[in-house]
């Protein structure tokens, strides 16, 4: 196979003659067409937050939307405005992995503290995508005021851990972070 840029023509291109879709966020405002099977794995398991048709959004073009476990399926078809029976249970092969992994050998190999908290916070203000205004902006959109997400930090690090955190990439940017997105 070959990688193209999705934005390009030669992306478009690919995505209008390909036969299945699999996404997350969906594409082109999700004009694909009914010989695809769109396969919408979405990025986290319900009930989260609330996105979709209970935010007041149309359906979605989605064939199958799989969850984790047997108590996301209503919301997850909710959310998409697909029937129940599209929602199948298909478990989390990534979480399976990391309970399974020697945790002393994965912290060792990435040279973490034996206390390490990883924080993925979903975004709470967005500047890219679905626009979302109901959080604080300050350190990648997460709820929280950066006083009081260093008070954590401050006192994981006091119990001899360490915080990563690790902003959601629809987050808006803290003023003076380095990087790109």
């Known amino acids: 196979g070959r990688v193209v840029d999705k934005r390009s023509p030669a992306g478009i291109w690919a995505y209008l003659r390909s036969r299945y879709v699999v996404t997350t966020h969906g594409f082109l405002n999700d004009a694909s067409h009914a010989r695809q099977v769109v396969v919408n ?46 929602v199948p249970v298909a478990g989390a092969p990534r979480n399976d992995a990391l309970v399974g992994a020697d ?3 994965v912290r060792a190999a990435l040279g973490l503290a034996d206390r390490t908290v990883l924080w993925l916070p979903t975004y709470r203000q967005s500047v890219t995508g679905l626009i979302r ?12 005021a950066p006083q009081e997400v260093a008070a954590i930090a401050a006192g994981i690090d006091a119990a001899g851990g360490q915080l990563l955190l690790k902003p959601h990439p629809q987050a808006g940017r803290r003023v003076g972070q380095r990087g790109q997105r």
């Open 133 to 144: 205004t109901d959080g604080a902006a300050q350190l990648g959109g997460q709820p929280g």
């Open 103 to 105: 945790a002393g050998r």
């Open 41 to 86: 794995l979405w990025h986290g398991e319900p009930p989260v937050k609330v996105v979709g048709c209970l935010e007041g959004e149309p359906p979605r073009r989605v064939d199958l939307a799989p969850v984790c476990g047997d108590i996301g399926r209503p919301v997850r078809a909710a959310e998409f405005g697909i029937p129940i029976d599209r």
